[in-house]
């Protein structure tokens, strides 16, 4: 017996446009096919789908080729980091801390 498909979304979003698409794919459809078979690369130049980091409803997959897909997820195509959160919170507190030294 064939399993039905199933509906997914994927998205992808800069920081001045995104784009969500409606797919329906087979049953067994993993997390990296669905967000291939989306085609998001076509619109967004420069996109490496088969090496993005992905996640489902703000969740990273850690292993996004193996994490199989139900019906109505979505998936999320990442940005990759341009700073590391922890180095950006340590210059801020440096920051704070030297204009406090300063106001006093």
Partial sequence: ???QPIAVEVVYALAD???LLRLTVPAGTTVREAALRSGMD???????????PLG?????VPKPDERVLAEGERVEIYRPLIADPKEVRKQ???????NKAEDS
Avoid: C, T, W, Y
């Fill in 1 to 3: 017996m064939d399993k």
């Fill in 17 to 19: 446009r995104q784009k």
């Fill in 42 to 52: 076509a619109h967004f130049p420069g996109l490496e789908l088969a090496s993005a």
């Fill in 56 to 60: 489902i409803f703000g969740k990273a």
């Fill in 92 to 98: 801020r507190a440096a920051r704070a801390v030297k």
